[in-house]
């Protein structure tokens, strides 16, 4: 009778220990921008793919800074991201692209107890001085020289533009640019659709190869009406590295977004784990992948070769 008590006790006790070694453990995504938006969402499913069979519970906070980017709301929203930190109460937080590492985790978080893992931080983290003792994370950098390595395949290279927006994204990606590409070329800046128009148009008329940078910021961007645009207009290769700019390009080597979530997800459980974040070094993305436009290509009039194709990971036809 003794052993059965024990075998029973002993039983009971097993199961009450949980599968893995993060019960009632809290976890805050902090994402910069907006559900909806195809970076965001797909860095949630990287956070997402690694907690999803923990006992962890997951929060997120969208700050919604991409559709409101004045000063006042940017502020306003890390704010309301710092009490609903307090709310929560998290064992740990992640926090993806720049804004939440400029408005919330800068003047709020530096070198505090509660540790930090940061996404999607655009190419440098030297405007936030990271890491810090409480903070570690994955540096977002384009794979742009293996996209104008690839454009000179197809044109000379003697003058480049890039068209991108003017959100403090689209700045720091223009000064990445202008320090890798090691080639002179012009950067236009736009505030709209319009402005965007008719830079591309003057682009193409002038110019041996094109960068396109994100169009987020396009106040009022229209997807069907830019791909028509492109589809008139393109004369010379263009090339990009976001997925959801490829349908306008001939090109792109795009960041993989869910690698980020992934890392900063995995982070975190190492963080809970007990490794600080002061031992965990910042590191950069590394994966990629090659998408062919043949719609542009065709409009262009570029030839595109088997062997090219055959490296691609998707081909938009």
């Keep these: 009778m003794r052993k059965v008590q024990l075998l029973i006790v002993g039983i009971a006790v097993l199961l009450a220990i949980p599968m893995n070694g993060y019960a009632k453990s809290r976890i805050l995504y902090i994402d910069s921008?907006?559900?909806?938006?195809?970076?965001?969402?797909?860095?949630?499913?990287?956070?997402?793919?690694?907690?999803?069979?923990?006992?962890?519970?997951?929060?997120?906070?969208?700050?919604?800074?991409?559709?409101?980017?004045?000063?006042t709301f940017k502020k306003k929203a890390a704010i309301d991201a710092k009490a609903g930190i307090e709310a929560f109460n998290p064992?740990?937080?992640?926090?993806?692209d720049d804004n939440a590492s400029k408005y919330l985790i800068k003047p709020y978080y530096k070198n505090?107890?509660?540790?930090?893992?940061?996404?999607?931080?655009?190419?440098?983290?030297?405007?936030y001085g990271y890491p810090y003792k409480n903070v570690t994370g994955m540096v977002e950098?384009?794979?742009?020289?293996?996209?104008?390595?690839?454009?000179?395949?197809?044109?000379?290279?003697?003058?480049?533009?890039?068209?991108?927006?003017?959100?403090?994204?689209?700045?720091?990606?223009?000064?990445y640019y202008s320090r890798v590409i090691k080639l002179p070329f012009d950067t236009f800046h736009v505030n709209d659709?319009?402005?965007?128009?008719?830079?591309?148009?003057?682009?193409q008329e002038n110019y041996d190869l094109m960068l396109m940078g994100n169009t987020a910021s396009v106040k009022g961007w229209n997807d069907a009406a830019a791909e028509k645009?492109?589809?008139?207009?393109?004369?010379?290769?263009?090339g990009c590295d976001l997925d959801w700019v490829a349908q306008f390009a001939f090109?792109?080597?795009?960041?993989?977004?869910?690698?980020?979530?992934?890392?900063?997800?995995?982070?975190?459980?190492?963080?809970?784990?007990?490794?600080?974040?002061?031992?965990i070094p910042v590191t950069t993305n590394k994966e990629g992948n090659l998408i062919v436009n043949l719609k542009v290509a065709k409009a262009a009039e570029i030839r595109v070769t088997p062997n090219f194709l055959s490296k691609a990971s998707r081909v938009i036809k």
């Design 33 to 71: 921008y907006h559900s909806g938006y195809d970076w965001s969402d797909k860095i949630t499913e990287g956070i997402k793919s690694v907690l999803n069979d923990k006992d962890i519970e997951l929060k997120i906070i969208r700050m919604d800074t991409k559709r409101n980017p004045s000063e």
């Design 91 to 96: 064992d740990v937080v992640i926090a993806s």
């Design 112 to 127: 505090a107890a509660l540790p930090f893992v940061f996404c999607g931080v655009n190419h440098s983290t030297d405007a």
């Design 141 to 175: 950098v384009a794979p742009t020289p293996k996209l104008i390595y690839s454009l000179k395949h197809f044109n000379r290279a003697e003058k480049i533009a890039l068209l991108i927006g003017s959100s403090l994204t689209d700045k720091k990606d223009a000064a």
């Design 193 to 203: 659709f319009d402005e965007w128009k008719i830079a591309f148009t003057r682009i």
């Design 229 to 238: 645009v492109v589809l008139e207009r393109t004369k010379i290769p263009t």
């Design 251 to 279: 090109i792109a080597y795009t960041r993989v977004a869910q690698e980020q979530g992934r890392w900063a997800a995995q982070t975190a459980l190492r963080i809970l784990d007990g490794t600080p974040p002061s031992s």
